[in-house]
């Protein structure tokens, strides 16, 4: 079978690129900008080169150097955004407005300056929800312009990676474009929580975690359970399965201002709450009262037991947060791939 080429800039943990590998395309490299990702990554990944630098800093005559002269099918990649990630800093004089000056913005624009230098014939980019509304929705159409001024038909669309079978309610941006000519369309959900829809239900996020239920601590597998202080035991002892924390009904000693998304119990009935990047942001257990530990968080975003995250648990749960659920970025890859068979057929694959 032909094998088509793919590169992953900001590739994190490898959440998109373990998809795309699965589905079948080479992963020809692979661009970061942070050291705990690269161990991560030789650990993991170890046949796949990758770029530790800033990517401002990485010319793309020297991503060249790692195609072997092979032209590049897909572009991947994720550019972090947690200037304007809806959980994300606020600007201090004006608390609703999310901090567009953040440099972290920046990014999207340097992975659409090396789409436009690369030119492979397919796109693929993955943001948070956020991107829709800063500054009012111009930021994501300057984006998308200069992708459309660089040749691609570009769209994109806001996904619930819980209506592909990830266990996770997980809303994000999906961006697909390409350079041939073809309409830009999205791959089908095949899960729903609508009935109506006869589509299998939601994945519940039980069945990932029941077996670590009764674990212990295992650093090597990333299983680790925090060290709650008593208090906080005993706020987590009041929050009912599928609940949050009932503030209004803590006693004086339990009450504190200004309570966190933290204090909320998973259901085990239902997708587990988006996994946030942080030490403490994972939601609490639904059995148990500790929150999760970041192979938990690892379980429910998909990620296979044989990758290992490095880096201290502050590290490893960012690793996991920011990460896309493998199992949505390999039902993705499977699309693309359809996508270039189907213009293959058409004969206008090779075009320029």
Not at 21 to 28: S, T
Not at 48 to 61: G, L, Q, W
Not at 225 to 252: F, Q, V, W
Request: glycine share 6%; hydrophobic share 35%; aromatic share 8%.
């Amino acid at each position: 079978m032909e094998k088509y080429t793919a590169i992953d800039l900001f590739c994190g943990a490898g959440g998109l690129h373990i998809g795309f590998e699965n589905a079948g395309f080479r992963i020809k490299l692979c661009v970061d900008n942070n050291d705990i990702v690269e161990k991560t990554h030789k650990r993991n990944f170890p046949n796949i080169p990758i770029i530790n630098r800033d990517i401002n800093k990485v010319s793309t005559d020297e991503i060249r150097e790692y195609l072997d002269d092979d032209n590049v099918d897909v572009i991947i990649g994720g550019p972090p955004c947690q200037g304007f990630s809806t959980i994300g800093h606020r600007v201090s004089s004006n608390p609703e407005k999310r901090n567009q000056k953040d440099p972290r913005n920046e990014l999207v624009l340097t992975y659409a300056r090396i789409i436009n230098e690369i030119r492979p014939k397919f796109i693929v980019m993955e943001n948070v929800k956020g991107i829709l509304t800063l500054e009012k929705g111009a930021y994501l159409q300057n984006v998308l312009s200069i992708l459309v001024k660089a040749g691609y038909n570009v769209e994109y669309k806001l996904i619930n990676m819980a209506d592909y079978g990830v266990p996770e309610v997980r809303e994000r941006v999906i961006i697909i474009g390409n350079r041939i000519g073809m309409p830009v369309t999205f791959p089908t959900p095949d899960h729903s929580d609508n009935p109506d829809d006869n589509l299998p239900g939601w994945e519940n996020c039980w069945n990932v975690l029941k077996d670590l239920e009764k674990m212990p601590d295992n650093p090597s597998f990333n299983h680790v359970a925090l060290k709650h202080t008593c208090k906080n035991i005993e706020r987590y002892k009041l929050i009912p399965e599928g609940g949050r924390l009932p503030e209004d009904k803590l006693s004086k000693e339990l009450y504190r201002k200004n309570f966190g998304n933290t204090y909320k119990r998973l259901a085990r009935n239902r997708p587990a709450l988006t996994m946030v990047p942080g030490n403490d942001a994972f939601p609490i257990h639904p059995t148990l009262n500790r929150s999760l530990t970041v192979r938990e968080a690892a379980r429910i975003q998909t990620f296979p037991d044989t990758v290992i995250f490095e880096g201290n648990r502050r590290q490893q749960g960012h690793q996991v947060g920011n990460a896309v659920p493998p199992v949505f970025s390999k039902k993705l890859a499977i699309f693309i791939l359809e996508q270039i068979k189907k213009a293959k057929d058409l004969g206008i694959y090779e075009c320029d």
